[in-house]
């Protein structure tokens, strides 16, 4: 039967960023300016390279943000035409990773293992012995598994591997061919990169249909189901707490800088007390007060993903609401400058309005800093929410995030034997999208920022002066 898709909140707010990227990628397209710009953030290697990172995390989080729920079958006698759906939010990836869901273990397992961690007391050929029974779903099909499992692992990993070279080689050969053949743009780097993601891809995926290669948690969840999970949580609280931070920095900061007298004065006062106060303290306490008003209205929510993805996106307002004071600073200072120039000033004694001469002349010079500082704090929301999730004002347990995983993992690295997998896999994620971020905000920032253009010929011509 046809489910019935459920829209999220921040899935509103996923599908409406992307249409803005598609908006800008075509104001891109048609000025000159802005495609030179770009056309030198791509042209730095680190650029290139993260850009491939970026473009597959986006890919899983707009699969993660395709939500359904299924229709249960018709019960005999029910009314004609009276549909019934299951009170579970399920999203397309998690159709796609079926096998990781469906496989859960008793309690945790190693990564690639086919015995359990914790060892129990069984009866074995008539004597009771302590040791680790076989688990339910990973490396079940083998039937000797002391002689099977190395050569099943190293086949798997090998084919898997095989199938994410040929992707990747396909993946190059349209890139160069899009591109021309312009050797000016780094696209091997590109390339390269991800080579190594659809390798290491193709291999997790080929294990990942007999095994857990990121072994279980505390409740026998696979490891890997959940940090891919996590992905779409780390970039949703980055792309809704940046938009939501953006009315309040640039509004402000163009109003402060323009106006000035008691406007400016207004405005500092505001942002000057909002940083005077600890962020942690402030977001903690409008974070319980979202918890107190979700557990006072349980029924304006139909199922736990739609609760959990509700304070989500009020997690994603308050960053964004409580952290606009540094880039409002940025703004006015620069428009502070702006107001001075002769263009700013010809405009002014023609008599065009302060609201047109903000819109049409203020606002494009200081979107190079808007753009840049967005961008560097994108990674910095992402650590922030591990943070909050580590001291417990994070997002909702229930929800996947890396913050979750890592203060799960409090516990467990404190055990003996130590249960390092959960902390690893999520540290590994987080730092690889994280350094993913910063290095595309690097070849941004030298691409938008005019001092860095100035500055770069000026290194290149003292690096031939000196060699």
């Not at 190395?150 to 160069?176: F, H, I, W």
């Not at 953006?246 to 402060?256: I, K, M, S």
């Not at 500082?373 to 909050?388: C, G, H, K």
Request: proline share 4%; charged share 15%.
């Amino acid at each position: 039967m046809t489910p019935k898709f459920v829209i999220l909140w921040t899935d509103a707010v996923v599908w409406t960023f992307v249409a803005l990227l598609a908006v800008y990628a075509l104001q891109v397209r048609r000025s000159p300016e802005l495609r030179a710009t770009w056309r030198r953030v791509f042209s730095d290697a680190g650029a290139m390279a993260a850009s491939s990172v970026l473009l597959l995390c986006l890919l899983v989080t707009l699969l993660d943000s395709l939500h359904y729920q299924r229709a249960l079958p018709t019960v005999p006698g029910s009314p004609p035409g009276v549909v019934s759906y299951e009170p579970v939010t399920r999203s397309v990836l998690d159709a796609l990773l079926g096998r990781l869901v469906e496989s859960r273990e008793a309690t945790y397992s190693r990564p690639l293992s086919y015995v359990g961690f914790t060892k129990e007391t069984l009866l074995v050929e008539g004597v009771e012995q302590r040791v680790a029974p076989r688990l339910l779903h990973g490396g079940a099909h083998l039937t000797d598994p002391a002689r099977q499992w190395l050569p099943d692992l190293l086949m798997r990993g090998a084919l898997g591997g095989l199938v994410g070279l040929a992707l990747a080689a396909l993946v190059a050969a349209g890139l160069r061919r899009w591109l021309g053949g312009d050797d000016r743009l780094p696209w091997k780097a590109a390339a390269w990169t991800f080579a190594a993601v659809a390798v290491a891809g193709g291999m997790l995926a080929a294990l990942a249909q007999h095994y857990h290669p990121f072994g279980t948690d505390r409740t026998g969840n696979d490891v890997l189901y959940q940090v891919l999970k996590s992905i779409r949580t780390a970039v949703v609280i980055g792309t809704l707490a940046t938009l939501a931070t953006l009315p309040f920095a640039v509004g402000l900061g163009l109003a402060a800088g323009w106006f000035r007298g008691w406007v400016d004065e207004l405005i500092q006062y505001v942002y000057t007390v909002l940083s005077s106060v600890p962020n942690v303290l402030l977001i903690a306490a409008l974070v319980l007060m979202i918890q107190v008003y979700i557990d006072l209205h349980p029924e304006r929510f139909t199922t736990g993903a739609e609760r959990a993805d509700f304070k989500l996106f009020l997690l994603c307002v308050v960053l964004g609401v409580t952290g606009w004071a540094g880039l409002c600073r940025l703004v006015r200072a620069e428009v502070l400058k702006l107001r001075e120039l002769e263009y700013v000033q010809a405009a002014t004694a023609f008599g065009v309005s302060s609201w047109r001469i903000m819109a049409r002349h203020l606002l494009p010079n200081v979107m190079h800093l808007v753009i840049i500082t967005t961008v560097l704090d994108f990674s910095a929301l992402i650590l922030y929410e591990a943070v909050l999730s580590y001291v417990g004002v994070g997002v909702d347990p229930s929800m996947n995030s890396f913050g979750g995983l890592i203060n799960q993992a409090r516990s467990e690295m404190s055990r003996d034997p130590v249960v390092w997998w959960s902390f690893s896999a999520a540290f590994v994620f987080m730092v690889a999208l994280v350094l993913a971020i910063n290095l595309f905000a690097d070849g941004v920032q030298q691409a938008f920022d005019p001092r860095a253009r100035a500055f770069r010929p000026r290194l290149g011509r003292l690096r031939r002066t000196a060699a």
